[in-house]
């Protein structure tokens, strides 16, 4: 059997979590946004780099985040 394939999203800078509109189980595609973050006034998406299911949320509304930090796995396929 196939080891899955996970994909860590990261958190790109100090940030905080406006909104996490996904959750474990669901589907995304390559772009969707799955975590809204906030700095410095302004929204950044944090986008799916891959098509895949959600496998853990990491943060959630709220939360403020480091660079590096995970936020969401995904298993690909």
Do not use: F, Y
Not at 48 to 72: F, I, N, P, Y
């Amino acid at each position: 059997m196939a080891r899955e394939q996970v994909l860590e999203v990261l958190a790109e800078m100090v940030a905080n979590v406006l909104s996490v509109p996904v959750a474990p189980g669901e589907q995304v595609d390559v772009g969707d946004t799955v975590v809204l973050l906030e700095s410095m006034k302004m929204e950044i998406p944090v986008l799916a780099e891959a098509a895949g299911t959600v496998r853990s949320v990491r943060v959630t509304d709220g939360d403020v985040v480091q660079e590096g930090d995970v936020l969401v796995e995904l298993v690909l396929g």
